[in-house]
């Protein structure tokens, strides 16, 4: 089945410097999903990607998909404390438009 | 307004036992979803409701496990002959379409 992967898994940063947490999927994605969950939260919706090569920005973070459709990246310029949690990439799979298929995730800790 | 709800957020009972998890989806939500967290993973799909019906249960790992949405609205996941390996947070989730899904607080199932 698809498999979702991303890595770094653990990530500690100083406030104020720059994160990067990268997805890659096994199988071509027809959109991709971040979430955000913070500890003891639960997964809340970031954003989700659907064109190739397609690039999104919230304030300081920067969602990009791949031009194969297959990875993705989320960058957060200057980080702040409010920015610590779990990020997850997620896809649909099998070319469902329902079924999320989760990466592991990527939990950002920043440092005051 | 209100989001997804779920109760218990947490749940403690001994191995064998009888266990149902409910989820309130979002007003006016059609689609409903049941994913099973992990410690230091990321949701994995259990169940999917359109209206009613289940419209995809492969992700439910055995015959213990089953899900109802009897009016469309409300959902309770069911699970028989509880082992400790089921131990996780349950998330539901519900969307309007097949878009933006929203997750609940989660219930914390722990079997002893």
């Known amino acids: 089945g698809q498999q979702v992967m991303q890595i770094p898994q653990y990530q500690h940063v100083q406030e104020g410097e720059d994160f990067t947490t990268y997805c890659n999927s096994s199988?071509?994605?027809?959109?991709i999903q971040w979430y955000k969950q913070r500890p003891g939260g639960h997964p809340v919706f970031l954003i989700q990607l659907v064109k190739s090569g397609e690039v999104k920005k919230q304030k300081r973070l920067t969602f990009q998909f791949g031009e194969a459709k297959k990875n993705s990246s989320l960058h957060i310029t200057a980080t702040q404390t409010t920015d610590v949690g779990t990020y997850f990439c997620a896809g649909h799979s099998g070319g469902s438009n329902y079924k999320l298929t989760f990466g592991k995730g990527t939990l950002l800790t920043v440092n005051p | 307004g209100a989001g997804v709800s779920q109760t218990p957020s947490n749940k403690v009972t001994e191995k064998g036992k009888y266990v149902e998890l409910r989820c309130d989806p979002i007003s006016g939500h059609t689609a409903l979803y049941w994913y099973r967290q992990s410690l230091g993973q990321g949701p994995e799909f259990l169940i999917y409701?359109?209206?009613?019906?289940?419209?995809?249960d492969s992700g439910l790992p055995n015959d213990r496990f089953f899900a109802v949405r009897p009016e469309g609205s409300v959902s309770t996941l069911k699970i028989q002959r509880t082992e400790r390996g089921d131990s996780a947070v349950y998330l539901c989730a519900s969307s309007a379409s097949t878009d933006t899904q929203y997750f609940g607080p989660g219930t914390r199932l722990t079997v002893l």
């Open positions: 409701f359109q209206g009613t019906g289940a419209a995809d």
């Open positions: 199988t071509t994605l027809s959109n």
